[in-house]
């Protein structure tokens, strides 16, 4: 692919040096292309950075991992390090992820019911078409997450690391220590 096909092809997820230089007199290269989709990552990356100690979670990541269309995402417990980081880079705090889990999705960061269908959007039919729900309004999706989240210990429970990846699966995980060593217990 080369010319202004190759141009607009990368202008969506190109960082911005790369877009500038697209909009200039240089022409992208195949060089300039292997560089940007380097450190673009893939567009399609999911991370999931979720609450290890609660057990609706969990369920969520085990309903994940046997429903995903291709076995790419990443999770990461949200009282890791690597969690931990990753919220700050996001401009999220360890509250906010004791109200919301963080996904990112192709490079941007997503919370509450946003977050929810982007990883619907990774799964098999039927579960996929859930994202069609996305068309509620955002305030009234997120109103329930609330709701949910805010919940989710007293409704389903709560454990020290209850969630263990299954042997298979352990090199797409980043545990961490449980919540409690991250955060006074506030409830």
């Not at 240089?26 to 057990?55: H, K, S």
């Not at 360890?94 to 109200?99: E, K, P, S, T």
């Not at 019911?113 to 955002?138: G, N, Y």
């Not at 949910?148 to 797409?172: I, V």
């Amino acid at each position: 692919m080369t010319g202004s096909r190759t141009k607009h092809h990368f202008a969506a997820f190109a960082p911005r040096s790369a877009l500038q230089r697209m909009h200039g007199a240089e022409r992208l290269g195949i060089l300039d292309a292997v560089c940007i989709i380097r450190q673009m990552g893939n567009p399609t990356d999911l991370t999931i950075v979720f609450d290890t100690d609660c057990l609706m979670c969990s369920a969520w990541v085990r309903f994940v991992l046997r429903h995903e269309s291709e076995p790419t995402a990443r999770f990461v417990s949200a009282w890791s390090k690597e969690g931990l980081a990753l919220a700050d880079q996001h401009n999220l705090t360890a509250q906010d992820l004791d109200r919301t889990y963080l996904v990112v999705f192709g490079g941007q960061p997503l919370t509450k019911s946003d977050a929810t269908f982007a990883i619907f959007k990774t799964l098999h039919a039927p579960w996929r078409w859930v994202k069609l729900l996305s068309i509620l309004p955002r305030s009234f999706r997120d109103r329930f997450y609330d709701l949910m989240a805010k919940n989710r210990y007293r409704w389903f429970g709560q454990k020290d690391q209850c969630f263990l990846p299954p042997e298979s699966q352990q090199a797409r995980f980043v545990l961490g220590p449980p919540r409690s060593a991250v955060l006074p217990d506030h409830r």
